[in-house]
């Protein structure tokens, strides 16, 4: 990736609407010089001083990385050598080494300060206290501006993450059988993407699974997870690679027995409406409308309840972003957009289907990036 164009380029719009950016370890940060995200935790980790973990960017000066020192060191981001790193040390006081900062650029009385959404209200307080006559906006809409439509490069990345998650789902389709439980499937599901070369899973790897004796449940993990998956149940996959630094999101569906007449109409319906939203994902369509000639299949077939849903979303270096395939989202077609489609029928005590795949806005129709699995596997 060309990160010294993405820094020229956000430069050059930043000054319409800051005099100063906070960008923290991020997605923001990494799109914008590289710097890496490490996984998530569920719990709060903390070094001291961590609230000033980030880059400080104006529109013509050379960003400036600053770093306690445990992230510097055991992060591995004192490796980086494209940007000015600032390290803290464990017993220095963070808001010396910031103010030394913000006194060296130059900014005015009542400055704009743009943060990226996702930094922390620590940080917020402690930019406010020391810029009280600061104005902040969002640096993630700013930069959003570049984010959106991707180019052929960032394209070429996803479709490598794309390549990464089918051939985890071919490993894992080899390992399915009768009885398993469904923290086994997720479990397999999350080694197969490591073993072929994802940092993990691009976000908590999920199974909506249903059939006449097998509920479906939503949000009860620990719950669902012990349940064993015989006979007569839809396993409902959603799961995407990491691959440097973009995320990839996929769904397929597997019959555990031999799939009854009512599974194969559900799971072809899906199917119909996938092919019709990505035929739908052409320049100068909207994402409402989208969403809504794949809707239409579904709808058409008396299943429009169980599509609970948005059609899609934006995705790229998150696995959601902005613009969404939903109604009301009146948002324009450019070419090198990324979206989900992902239509589903999802019913409580009978039979459920999702399928999902990365698509890129061309002129003519959307171009998915994975194509594979189309047909409804059975396990047996």
Not at 157 to 175: H, N, P, S, Y
Request: proline share 6%.
């Amino acid at each position: 990736m060309d990160y010294n164009h993405r820094l020229q380029q956000l430069q050059s719009i930043l000054g319409e609407a800051a005099d100063l950016a906070f960008l923290p370890v991020s997605t923001d940060l990494e799109y914008l010089l590289g710097v890496p995200r490490d996984i998530p935790n569920f719990g709060v980790t903390l070094h001291p001083g961590a609230w000033l973990e980030g880059a400080w960017l104006t529109p013509s000066r050379p960003p400036i990385l600053t770093l306690p020192r445990m992230t510097a060191e055991f992060g591995g981001l004192n490796r980086l050598t494209n940007v000015d790193i600032r390290v803290l040390g464990d017993w220095d006081d963070p808001t010396t080494l910031v103010r030394d900062i913000l006194n060296s650029l130059d900014l005015p009385a009542r400055p704009r300060m743009a943060v990226s959404d996702r930094a922390h209200v620590e940080t917020a307080i402690h930019l406010q206290t020391l810029l009280p006559e600061a104005r902040f906006v969002s640096a993630t809409s700013i930069l959003r501006r570049l984010r959106t439509v991707k180019g052929e490069d960032e394209i070429a990345v996803m479709r490598e993450a794309g390549a990464i998650t089918e051939a985890a789902f071919q490993d894992v389709l080899k390992q399915l059988k009768l009885g398993m439980t469904e923290l086994d499937i997720v479990t397999e599901v999350d080694y197969q993407l490591r073993r072929h070369g994802s940092l993990g899973p691009s976000f908590t790897t999920s199974l909506y699974n249903s059939g006449p004796q097998h509920p479906l449940l939503f949000g009860d993990r620990l719950a669902t997870w012990k349940r064993p998956v015989n006979a007569g149940v839809a396993v409902l996959f959603d799961f995407g690679a990491v691959h440097n630094g973009f995320c990839y999101d996929f769904g397929r569906t597997v019959a555990f027995g031999a799939p009854t007449e009512e599974m194969t109409r559900v799971y072809n319906l899906v199917m119909a409406s996938q092919r019709a939203g990505i035929a739908a994902l052409k320049v100068d369509n909207t994402c409402e409308m989208a969403d809504a000639a794949a809707r239409r299949v579904i709808e058409d077939a008396g299943y429009g309840e169980a599509f609970r849903h948005r059609l899609g979303h934006g995705i790229g270096m998150d696995v959601h972003e902005p613009p969404f395939l939903t109604k009301g989202d009146t948002n324009v077609f450019q070419e090198g957009m990324m979206f989900t489609v992902e239509p589903s029928i999802m019913q409580f005590d009978t039979f459920s289907a999702r399928v999902e795949d990365v698509v890129v806005v061309r002129p003519h129709g959307g171009e998915p990036l994975t194509t594979g699995f189309q047909s409804l596997y059975v396990v047996d």
